[in-house]
């Protein structure tokens, strides 16, 4: 899903104000300016251990066979065995390297002690692998081994790899892995900037992990923290002594609670006014993943050396289960208001350590793919997309990062999801869709149909109302009346961004309180009902002829008509033709942490359905006119000026 949630409450804002720097060893903003290239680039490290206990090593490197100890920064093999680097941290995404850089080779460096082999291997589109360079070495004392890999034979995919080897009496440790390309004539600086909100220790342990990585991150040249909470990062023990270890490059920000956008933006302002070149990149971080520091080396290295400038974004993988991939790169279908959507022969939910069910083969991203835009969990954009097409809309949070990419790609700048440049993001599918973002996530998805599609009318109509439909069937009239609320919103014009969010934010948590079944319960403590009086009562398969039993639910809903008096319903079977059958549903929010009291309310459904009728009806009339709204508003909106004035600088 689009955006940066901002968060789950909404407290009072945060004061505004400039950055300070929270290490003033020198007392100064830093000045970004390219720099002459000393030596060669490294394009990332070969790690064999995650930055958690919670990651398993195997995504980093596999044991094939006999005993090896693996270390963040070495291996270790004992006699007769084999190591390979094959993984998802352990490829070099070739292909993608090929395809949108100038770089033709690329070099392998590592320290090694013992006697062994070291070999590059290499994959083409279909995973079959060779091998490109090998190494043999015998009774070496910390010696440095090089073998060098060409970047051809790639180009619709296909990954490179250091796979070491051990036989009978040998025994080698190697480490200090380093992939290098050469450096380009001036390095681009670096700007990480996280926007937090009230999620102090994740921001903490990120910034954490950039401070112990610091050595290793030679283009970074600041971390901005967008703090727009009450809950605040520098309350906490150890903030000063990280940004001491930080030698001056983190900047941290108290600011009003302007939503991801908000935040996310104020690293693109800072940047922008304290920078004397154009050639610069800031990397978009959310405060609560789980980061990979070697993330910033493989962005920035593919933004160096990418033939000409991009957005170039990080992977994202599921949290809650650490193997898994959420999607090897998406995209939106604008019109019909959907995010997230897989590109075709991408990886979806996919297990890292496991096989394809229907090919067999292991779970990798061979074929490059093409995305339409990058979450902002993890996205770099080099600045002189920002002096060409300006700052992202003050959508507030939802929807910001895939305008963005959108309106860049129409100006020529492309977005390339990178495999191998990774973070963990607490799992998408564990989030209730019946919530207060999902207001922002419809009006904002409008928008930037509005900006950057064909904005058919009736088509955006359709779909509406197919969702008011399924909504009112489910006895969802909380998340009926957010619909609404964001089309009408949509139709008042670009004003109802001048705030940048705030207000609408506030109006629809009052209105969503309106309705019983948008808060959540224990389920031993479900008010008017007792425990033991709830049964699960599982759901019947897809109809599979959905337009005759639509009619059926509506029919029956009109009528007052209902199968069930009382039952649960796992969240995974709150389908509209399975919870329409009931008079009240106890349903399992998505969290697993609650339960849902939804009752059928026969005048509350009439009354959201004329009010959704009616104000798609105004959408068709009026939304060719509004579009031109938003089209003269946009650079305003997405100005250096209005962000200032919302920052309240």
């Not at 799992?427 to 599609?453: G, M, P, Q, V």
């Not at 398969?541 to 009382?566: C, D, E, H, I």
């Not at 399975?578 to 697993?592: I, L, P, W």
Request: proline share 5%.
């Amino acid at each position: 899903m689009p955006g940066k949630a901002a968060s789950a409450t909404a407290p009072e804002q945060a004061p505004s104000g400039s950055p300070s720097t929270a290490a003033p060893a020198s007392g100064e903003e830093p000045l970004f300016s390219e720099r002459a290239s000393a030596g060669r680039l490294t394009a990332q490290r070969g790690l064999y251990a995650g930055p958690s206990d919670v990651v398993s090593k195997d995504l980093y490197a596999e044991v094939v066979e006999g005993v090896v100890a693996r270390r963040r920064h070495s291996l270790t093999l004992e006699p007769s065995a084999r190591v390979s680097g094959n993984t998802y941290f352990g490829r070099f995404p070739a292909s993608y390297w090929q395809r949108w850089t100038t770089a033709r080779s690329v070099t392998v460096e590592a320290t090694v002690a013992g006697s062994g082999r070291l070999a590059v291997r290499a994959s083409d589109v279909e995973g079959e692998p060779r091998t490109v360079a090998v190494r043999s070495v015998a009774d070496v004392e910390d010696e440095a081994v090089v073998l060098e890999a060409p970047v051809d034979k790639f180009l619709d995919g296909g990954a490179l790899w250091l796979d070491v080897e051990t036989e009978a009496g040998e025994r080698v440790t190697v480490s200090d892995v380093r992939w290098t390309v050469e450096a380009p004539e001036r390095v681009r600086p670096t700007a990480v900037t996280i926007c937090t909100m009230n999620r102090a220790d994740d921001c903490l342990a990120n910034l954490r992990a950039l401070a112990d990585s610091l050595d290793a991150l030679e283009t970074l040249d600041a971390v901005y923290v967008a703090d727009q909470g009450t809950d605040t990062v520098d309350s906490r023990d150890g903030f000063d002594e990280i940004a001491e270890e930080m030698k001056g490059k983190l900047h941290y920000i108290k600011q009003p609670n302007l939503g991801g956008a908000g935040g996310f933006t104020r690293g693109l302002y800072e940047v922008a006014g304290h920078t004397d070149t154009e050639h610069a990149n800031v990397l978009f971080m959310d405060d609560d993943v789980l980061l990979e520091p070697d993330l910033v080396i493989r962005l920035t290295a593919f933004s160096n050396r990418a033939a000409n400038p991009m957005i170039v974004g990080g992977q994202m993988l599921n949290l809650l289960h650490p193997n898994q991939l959420h999607v090897g790169a998406e995209y939106a279908s604008l019109n019909t208001l959907e995010p997230g959507q897989p590109v075709e022969h991408s990886l979806t939910t996919a297990d890292l350590l496991g096989v394809d069910e229907e090919t067999g083969k292991p779970n990798k991203q061979e074929r490059r793919l093409d995305a339409g835009y990058n979450g902002w969990w993890s996205c770099l954009i080099p600045y002189e997309v920002v002096k060409r097409v300006g700052y992202p809309m003050p959508f507030f949070f939802q929807w910001d990062d895939a305008e963005y990419s959108y309106r860049a790609r129409a100006h020529g700048f492309p977005t390339v999801t990178l495999p191998g440049a990774g973070v963990w993001h607490a799992d998408f599918h564990w989030k209730d869709w019946d919530e207060w973002h999902r207001y922002f996530n419809l009006r904002n998805s409008i928008i930037t149909a509005a900006l950057h599609s064909p904005f058919d009318l009736n088509v955006l109509s359709r779909v509406l109302l197919a969702q008011l439909v399924r909504y009112l069937l489910s006895m969802q009239y909380g998340l009926s009346a957010t619909l609404i609320k964001a089309v009408e919103d949509f139709l008042e014009g670009p004003e109802i961004l001048d705030d940048g969010g705030v207000a609408a934010m506030k109006r629809i948590r009052e209105i969503r309180d309106q309705y019983p079944e948008t808060k959540k319960y224990d389920p031993t403590e479900v008010p008017g009902i007792e425990s033991n009086d709830i049964g699960i009562i599982n759901t019947p398969p897809r109809p599979s002829l959905q337009r005759v039993v639509l009619l059926k639910r509506v029919l029956n809903r009109l009528l007052g008509r209902n199968r069930f008096a009382m039952g649960a319903i796992p969240t995974d079977e709150a389908n509209w033709w399975h919870v329409s059958q009931f008079e009240t549903a106890v349903v399992t929010d998505a969290s697993q942490e609650a339960v849902r009291i939804r009752r059928y309310d026969r005048q509350r459904m009439f009354d959201l359905a004329k009010q959704g009728v009616r104000v798609v009806n105004r959408l068709r009339k009026e939304g060719r006119a509004v579009q031109a709204q938003y089209q003269r508003a946009m650079p305003q909106l997405t100005s250096r000026e209005n962000w200032k004035r919302l920052y309240r600088l």
